[in-house]
């Protein structure tokens, strides 16, 4: 009995100061080592407990739980390679910077590396890919013990909230007997009952820093603000207010939450890589200064624009420290809020400016809004872009569209314009794999509805085993299954110009009829061949509760073509308007 | 063209030197960072490889690959969370001692910790899990360079096959373009084109060492030999060499490759696992030295047994220096190949011994099998032991049976028994993981026919995605999927007793109609309720190529509730027989 109740006061101590933190969603994989803190888990009256057989998808569960909510969202799960398993969404979690506490069981120390069953060396088992890892002593009673096990849930917590945010990693070893007492209640659960109360600090600049930021701005009229991907409440109004007094468009990377909202989109650039797909256009729009917020954007093209002048004035602003500057462009290292640089920044600007820079962005990019929006109209194949805009003209207010790797967002940057919906565009773009992506749509949509899953065939059926929390939960996801059959991508990379191996390698065609894969977790399914289907099959979805897949085949050959064709008609207007401007 | 040319010959010159040092199985995830390697690859003629999209059943297929051909198999994938998806084979084939070596691209070092896209940390990826990793050099043209690549491929196959064998990891960064030449063939593949050969010696005793050994077994009679998991051959003829000569039951595990072949089977007590169920049994027939070959056996009364008595003589023999004694009860441990132990021993031995010891043990084993099997063959319920003792009656000689972990490996320790089919049982007992097994199964059938893959409903689903490698790669399966609707083994466990949460935490019903997977890969699929429609079930998979799935729905109850009453009754005919014997 002395060790159930150590076992059991250790493991509640540790559970409701996580919970207290603001912790109360946990994706639980079962298994035997695990068993007491699944049990006080299930136990606790405001954990919500996810069930999540596959524990890769449970991490990537977990963590779209996570980024949808902004806060931490923890996995549990046994020992061995269970643990293991976590790690691609805990490789993504890291540079994407989403908070996720990950608690796994262990074998006791006289059980490690004797060749016990299902132990894996879990010490460090993350490498740097978590900000912190804690090794939790055997469970045991006392004060200071207890004092410990709390200020080690309480940091956990806040380490991974603290910017950059990210996965951290708790790994508790256990001794059999593994069942905790659960009558009566192990838990407090007074208020007030959190014993380690964190706060919070940011990165600020002072008023000093501002004015010497501000300085070499003055006089530069062809400025740019980009804005990568970035997530943060209030960031677009304050990114806004600083390109008003600037006169500098902002470029918006669909992920930067800046092409939906309730604010004015007057300064908004959503189609800068259309735009510099022309070489000579991207010469012409040459800026001399750059303001750069968030994660690289993905758009190729800008990248190019921007590693193309070593001359001007580039700032990168990171709140998260992370020294995200891959062009090795940059000419100031802003380690500063990115909220708070915009209002400072905005603070000490006074006018707002106007000019003929930012009047020629905004023409240019109705141009190209004006074009695409023609070409896509008239296109009666179903084109893998036009999927997007079609969609999006569906979408009820508020909903959350959740984007595949590879060429979804893509698509999604090409083709998804701003508007005043409010749709939030999530997407896993740490290390933008093309796995997990199911599941984190999935633990996105706990919160989110309606939600929606733009998602090719390759990304669907790697993370094809997160469906099952679909049918286990209950949940409501839309998936537009853009199904190419294979890699889309390929096409557009320079291996499609070697035909030998090409099918083989990167084509790779699974043959795959998804059908089968809807049925067996219950979904709805449908096929659709045009658009008049396509619309009907999002009515529907829209509709119907439960998973909904709808698949969309098209053909990587056509899409390439038809978007290359496309580019090629948007430089042309652009040049005939910029050679108007000028004569 | 000097940059296609350096790419070329640097990384043909690792593959040359991979494929002349006996790699020809590469398992080959489509990513773009990698296209060289992989491009090369397809261009060897030596070589073969597989096309797997989900880099985690990638690598549990090389897995199986290695250990079938006990030999090294390669698994190359792109940079970011795809190296992340390797994990947990990796994991499991540190344990489990499988040959693998794991290629991955990578950024090149400008690309690195600085946002840049798909770019991971990927240096020391895997932590203590590989026995060997090397960053290297971006490709360059130079003969130092040159020979320092052929030297670490030839390196990395030796690290991987030198006993313990196990995983080695090299990270390749590359830069753009990735294009290689193909034309002319940059192979040279002239006989003897290996530059570094390389010889592995082995962990051996002195004469004097082996005589100090012999020394305090001299003059015991009650000796048992426990062979837990190894796969080499000719370590059976050796070890029963070694039994006769010390007049020593051999304790066999299914996965000792003893329960199986060309060779007499008289010593070989296959029913230790009932044996011991029952405390008073396993009190009287304790042991005076116990001799350990392999990872711990499957069987918890027998680990029970060896950790009640402290007072004997217990020898651990590894030639992988494990120190595999999660018991802590060794008296001796023996860091020698255990083929040539038992050979040496054997050697200066001089007679062979007939004992009442090993009299009283062939006994009970007999008595054992005939009320396992009595019990058996009246069993009309779809019993999951009742399956294996089935499934081996219809196998036909040098078949392959893979298991799935936690139920159907037990089930095969309780319920099958020596024969001299030559059957080969594989299984991942390393971290004993429920992943990853329907790949290695595959990744075994390549070269092994016919083979049959026992598993359970969770561990099927959890690499359900390992089946698009049946239908991509046409091969041949047997599935008996022992589908009891959740989590088996937990029937078994403390927690059973539990009834609050027991169902949501470790019964985890899915309720799939695993149909749809089967379907979805092709594959011909049979869900059978009783006994007749088992046969011709396996009668038909065994005729039928590709991919069959057998579906045997069981009741984890009943089953718990079949064995608790068989091993009763098994205890009871033992006890009666010790009874009589020493009456």
Redesign the interface.
Known sequence: MKHQEGLTTYLASFIEEIVSSGVTEVV?S?G?RS?PI??LL??HPKVHTY?N????SAAFFALGLAKQMRRPAAVLCTS???A??Y??A???A??SRVPLIVLTADRPH??R?????????QL??Y???VKWFAEMPVPEIGEEVLRFVKATAARAVSHAEQAPAGPVHINFPLRE???PR?EPSPFSLEEGAKRLNTVQGKLMLSEEEIKDLIEPLKGIEKGLIVCGVIDEPGFAEAVLMLSKKLGYPVLADPLSQLRSGFFQGDDIIDNYDSIFKDAKIAAELKPEAVIRFG??P?SKPLTLLLKEHDDILHIVVDGGN?????L?MATHMVNCDEKAFCMQMAGQLNEVKESNWLHKWKEINRITTETIINIMEAEQNMDEGKVVMELVKQLPENSTVFVGNSMPIRDIDTFYHFNQKNIRIMAN?G???I??VVSSALGASVYAEPLFLIIGD?SF??D??GL?AA??HHLNINIILINNNG?G??SF???AK?P??FE???G?P?????E??A???DGRYAKVQNWDDFHSAVSQALEWKGLNVVEVPTNRNLNVQAHRKMWNQVSQEISDYLNGDEA
């Open positions: 639980i079962p035997s068993t699944a049990m299930m136990e069930i057989i596959d524990e890769r061995g390679t269970a293991a398993n790690f691609p805990i490789a993504e890291r540079i006289e059980l590396e004797v060749g016990a069953p299902q132990a894996i060396d460090h088992l490498g740097k890919h007997p593994l069942i659960l994660g690289m993905v992370g020294w995200r500057d891959p090795k773009r290390a933008n794999g796995d997990g390759l059926f790697h094809m085993n099952l049918k286990m890699g991508i390929f990379l320079p291996q070697e030998k191996h083989t390698l990167f790779t699974t043959d795959l009829n998804f089968h894969a049925r067996l977790y």
